[in-house]
């Protein structure tokens, strides 16, 4: 996968359509196309990241961004009370898109373990 055909790539720089609801210098938020939950954002660095088999210990900073957005659209969207962080890494565990991108999911009970 080339970085100029990533879709989340091009959501990032505004070449796809996209319902941002947060963005910074490091990362940004928008809501999933198919939402599994009546809250369901993704949040994604900026900066083409394939998954986590692949970070390194430069990404450590924006990987903590992800967090501090995580926390802070979770506030946004009123279900800080309780939600679900989700990152899946390969085929085998449900990625599909390979940008990295943490799943932030809320607004029902979820039950464990995931699917
Ligand atoms: P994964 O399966 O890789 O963990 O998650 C990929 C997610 O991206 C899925 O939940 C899917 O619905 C979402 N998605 C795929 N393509 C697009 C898109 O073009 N726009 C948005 N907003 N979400 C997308
Ligand atoms: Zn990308």
Redesign the pocket.
Known sequence: MRKQDC?FCR?VRGE?P??IIYQDEQVTA?????P?SPT?V?IVPNRHISGVAEVDQEDAAVLGQLFVVARRVAEQEHVADGFRL?V?NGRPA????FHL?V?LLGGRAMGWPPG
Not at 30 to 34: I, S, T
Not at 94 to 97: D, I, K
Request: overall charge neutral.
């Open positions: 879709v959501i796809a996209a319902q928008f809501r999933d196309l198919n599994q369901h993704l989700v899946n449900g990625q599909s898109v991108h799943h």
